[in-house]
C-alpha cells in the first residue's frame, strides 16, 4: 500500500508571517545599529540572480565580438614582422640563396644587411670633424702595409769560369724566374700631416640626417705616394716557377776537376741570391714593373681605407659616404 501526501507551500507573505524572523535579544528592527547590539545571528540568504545587479562586459568582448581568434593572431605576426622586417628580409633571402645554390641555380638576389629596429639610423648633427686620421690611427702595427702585389717574369744568367792548368773550365745557365714584388704605403704619416692648414684631409657634409633617413657626405684626403721596395728582402723569387732555359760550358766540362769545382757554384741558395737581386732591380727600376706596381698600391689603399675605415666611420655618426678621392703626394 503506497500513500501519497501533497504538501502545499504557502505564499511568500503568509510564510514569512507563519515562520517570523528571529532576532536576538536586544535587537529592533528599524533602529539604528548604535542603539542595539550587534546581530550576529545567520545572515539572510540572497535574492535570485535575476534580482542581482548585472556584471559589465569585458571590453574585448565589447569591442571584439566578431573578430575570430586566428585573425588576432595573424594581426600580432603582421605587427611584428612590421617592426623586425630588416631581420626577416634578410633571413628569407638567405634562406632563399642557400636553397638556389644548393640546386645549382645562380640568381642575383638583393643585397639585404642584417638589422635590429634598434640600430635604425638616428637624425643628428656633425662638423667637419677629422674622422679620417682618428680612424687610420686605430691600425696598429700596419701603418704601411705592403699592398699592391706585382708577379713578373725575368731571365738570369750564372757563369762560373775557373781554369786547371792549361784546361779552361767554364760553366752558365740561363734560368727562368718568377719575381714578387709589393709597394709600402704609408696610411698614418702623423699628426702633423692631417693638420687643417695643409689641405690632407677635407671632409664635406652634402646633407644631414633627417627623419631617419642617413645623411651624405665627401671625403678627399692626400697621402704620401706608395714606396719601392726598399731592400733585396722586400722581393720574393717563386722557386717552384724557376726553370733552367739553356746551358753553355767549356770542352773540357764536365770533366772530373772541372765538374767539382763548378758545381758547388750552382746550388739552390746561390742562384736563389742572384734571381733576388735582378728581381729587386727590375721592381726599383724597370717602368713596365714599377709602374703597375705603384698603381695596384695606390688602388688596394683606396679601397682598404674607403670599405674598411672611413665607411663604418660615418655610418655610426648617422652618414652615408658618396664621394672619397685620394690625392697622392711626394712625402
Known sequence: MVRIVIQRTPPRETADR??????????EPGYPSSHT????????????????????RRLSRLFLPHIPRWARWAAVLVLVGLIFRRAAAWAVLTALSAALHLVGINVHLPDVKFGWPWQSISSGTTTNTMVGPLVLQKIQGISRPALGTENFNFLFTHTVSKNIGPWPCWYSGTFYAVGHASATVDLNPGPAWWKSG?????????????????GKLSVAMALPLPQLPQSVHDVTVDNTLSKPVSTNHSWTYPGLGCGVMIQPQFTQSVLYAQAQSVAFSQATHLASVTRPLIAAAENEATVMIRDNFLQPAVNALGYTLTQFSIRWVSG
Open 37 to 56: 547590539q550587534p546581530f550576529t545571528g545567520p545572515q539572510p540568504l540572497p535574492e535570485p540572480p535575476r534580482y542581482q545587479p548585472r556584471r559589465p
Open 18 to 27: 507563519a515562520y517570523p524572523p528571529q532576532y536576538p535579544p536586544g535587537y
Open 198 to 214: 695643409t689641405g690632407h684631409y677635407q671632409l664635406r657634409v652634402l646633407r644631414q640626417p633627417a627623419q631617419g633617413a642617413p
